[in-house]
């Protein structure tokens, strides 16, 4: 493991600059974007080791009195909700299903907040036995990682043998009626092979898989700009087997491009984050399992909300420095730039 995946943020101690801030509830930054939809990573822990975000030994643990606890989670999406103009919230990880206490979690914020959009990315290991409770506790939406339906690829990306529990995991996930179900494949030359039979698979289960390109968030650094694999590579690929046709995106401002399949209605997607980069339509804000909040995925600078939580803070005063956070966050992740360094935590470290 290298010194950058040990994902040692620059924590800022001091308030952010917000003296040209106007005096609105959202989460404006200086780029005129507001952000309304919040990721919590809940958890540095995983199930597995995919060699695109984790180290093989896993991340170094976070000593439990540091992690959110499930009530601290609940109150800080509670103000993201009532407060900031937050309209979805979405857990991730680490993977989100080794807190034991997800259903609690997941139940609180939909209590607290009638209506409010509950998405889990999850890579659906053990899924199987808790998709029924997480829907009745109000999850609405899934999204499911899986780059390939080989065994034996999925064991030598992901290293571990699990695939027949996260196969088991999305099929559960649609019985219990968890929203349209999405499967997220990591685009990158290992995945071309198996494109195909992934998409077919996917067809025949009644679930819409999207490509998302590789991002240079390992914690291994190996991303290189020269591996990508352009969306027309995919195309071609998938194109030998079926008939694909542009169709529009689900609403403007969502990232995946998207072809009908066969001539639909089933489609499969391809979200372009490094080649056709959406920073000037970004709306995401995001909170750390240590509860600090971090405005872009690409940048180090954390605010400290569990520190003023802890120390008695109310809630005006938690939302007024979250606004502060997101005030100063960056215009993009900068991927183009010459001296562009990639952060110092990796994805499953900030959570995706
Ligand atoms: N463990 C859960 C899972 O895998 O869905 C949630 C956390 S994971 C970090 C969230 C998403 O980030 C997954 O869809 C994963 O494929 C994606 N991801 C991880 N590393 C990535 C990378 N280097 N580039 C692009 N996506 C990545
Ligand atoms: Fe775990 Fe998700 Fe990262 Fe894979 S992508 S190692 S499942 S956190």
């Not at 995401?284 to 802890?310: I, K, N, Q, Y």
Request: proline residues 5%; glycine residues 8%; contains cysteine.
């Amino acid at each position: 493991m290298t010194a950058v995946d040990m994902g040692i943020p620059v924590v800022r101690d001091r308030a952010d600059d917000v003296s040209d801030r106007p005096d609105v509830p959202e989460l404006l930054d200086r780029f005129g974007r507001i952000a309304r939809d919040l990721r919590v990573s809940l958890t540095e822990k995983c199930s597995l080791r995919c060699t695109y975000c984790m180290p093989a030994e896993g991340l170094p643990e976070i000593p439990r009195d540091k992690l959110l606890t499930s009530a601290e989670i609940v109150r800080l999406v509670g103000i993201a909700t009532g407060r900031l103009g937050v309209h979805e919230v979405r857990f991730t990880g680490g993977e989100p299903l080794m807190r034991r206490d997800l259903e609690e979690i997941v139940a609180g914020c939909a209590q607290q907040t009638p209506g409010l959009s509950i998405a889990l990315t999850t890579n659906a290991v053990g899924l199987r036995h808790r998709a029924r409770a997480l829907a009745d506790a109000g999850l609405t939406r899934v999204n499911i990682s899986l780059d390939t339906i080989d065994r034996e690829h999925f064991a030598r990306l992901t290293r571990r043998d699990r695939l027949d529990s996260v196969l088991d995991g999305i099929r559960a996930a649609v019985a219990a009626g968890l929203g349209r179900v999405k499967v997220n494949a990591v685009l990158m030359p290992e995945t071309l092979e198996g494109a195909a039979d992934l998409l077919a698979w996917c067809l025949d289960e009644g679930v819409e898989l999207r490509f998302i390109e590789q991002m240079p968030l390992d914690a291994d650094q190996n991303w290189a700009r020269s591996q990508m694999v352009p969306a027309q590579q995919l195309l071609d690929v998938l194109g030998r087997r079926f008939t694909l046709t542009e169709t529009e995106r689900e609403d403007p401002s969502a990232p995946a491009e998207r072809w009908l399949v066969d001539g639909g209605p089933a489609t499969v997607g391809i979200i372009a984050s490094v080649t056709r980069s959406f920073c000037s339509d970004c709306d995401r804000t995001r909170l750390t399992a240590e509860g600090t909040v971090r405005s872009c995925l690409f940048s180090d600078r954390e605010t400290d909300l569990r520190a003023a939580l802890r120390g008695g803070a109310t809630d005006e005063d938690l939302a007024a420095v979250w606004r502060g956070a997101m005030w100063n966050k960056w215009a993009g992740h900068g991927m183009d730039a010459a001296d562009f360094a990639p952060p110092q935590r990796s994805m499953g470290a900030i959570g995706g």
